[in-house]
T-cell receptor, first 116, second 113 residues
Framework: NAGVTQTPKFRVLKTGQSMTLLCAQD?????MYWYRQDPGMGLRLIHY???????AKGEVPDGYNVSRLKKQNFLLGLESAAPSQTSVYFC???????????????FGDGTRLSIL | GESVGLHLPTLSVQEGDNSIINCAYS??????FIWYKQESGKGPQFIID?????DKRQGQRVTVLLNKTVKHLSLQIAATQPGDSAVYFC????????????FGRGTSLIVHP
């Protein structure tokens, strides 16, 4: 039972390079999320998706793009990496939520990204 | 304890003690609250949740208390074990929109054997 799988686990980039982080879930969840976590801080939402083919901005979307071409996959792209994007990135998924539907998120184990 | 806007606090306890981790949430309209545990090098893991129409909910060795009057949430861990050492996050959800949870900054729990 894999749950949420993130690849790669670690990556070092140079300023200006681009890359894509991949998140895959095998729980048939409708919702998927990308967060970043910086030292001493909680999780900040970058982008999220409420279903295949749809995406929306979160709290800190600048410098990132996302795509949800398949229900099970959610990709996070860095167009031109900057040192400020050095962080740990977490992907999560959950079942469809509504005002009175409460389901917790399932998280991957993160991608540790360093921008030099 | 933990509060959105403050740097990461730390709670140190001895094995076998009871631990209480606090969280001051920000929105009085929040109606669902979740506690997560994050071990070093891992993603957050769901522990327990509570809806706003409840004051208390118990799980295995854990209890969550909700005080809506002062917008305060606490996680109590009974007979704390070294394996409980982790960062604990609370999250709140506000009705409406896409109902995405907002996370606090976490409390680091260190359990000494």
């Amino acid at each position: 039972n894999a749950g949420v799988t993130q690849t790669p686990k670690f990556r070092v980039l140079k300023t200006g390079q681009s890359m894509t982080l991949l998140c895959a879930q095998d729980m048939n969840h409708e919702y998927m999320y990308w967060y970043r976590q910086d030292p001493g801080m909680g999780l900040r939402l970058i982008h999220y998706s409420v279903g295949e083919g749809t995406t929306a901005k979160g709290e800190v979307p600048d410098g990132y793009n996302v795509s949800r071409l398949k229900k099970q996959n959610f990709l996070l792209g860095l167009e031109s990496a900057a040192p400020s994007q050095t962080s740990v990135y977490f992907c999560a998924s959950s079942t469809r939520t509504g005002t009175y539907s409460n389901q917790p998120q399932h998280f991957g184990d993160g991608t540790r990204l360093s921008i030099l | 304890g933990e509060s959105v806007g403050l740097h990461l606090p730390t709670l140190s306890v001895q094995e076998g003690d009871n631990s209480i981790i606090n969280c001051a949430y920000s929105n009085s309209a929040s109606d669902y609250f979740i506690w997560y545990k994050q071990e070093s090098g891992k993603g957050p893991q769901f522990i327990i949740d509570i809806r706003s129409n409840m004051d208390k909910r118990q799980g295995q060795r854990v209890t969550v208390l909700l005080n809506k009057t002062v917008k305060h949430l606490s996680l109590q861990i009974a007979a704390t074990q070294p394996g409980d050492s982790a960062v604990y996050f609370c999250a709140e959800k506000v009705p409406g929109g896409s109902y995405i949870p907002t996370f606090g900054r976490g409390t680091s729990l260190i359990v000494h054997p």
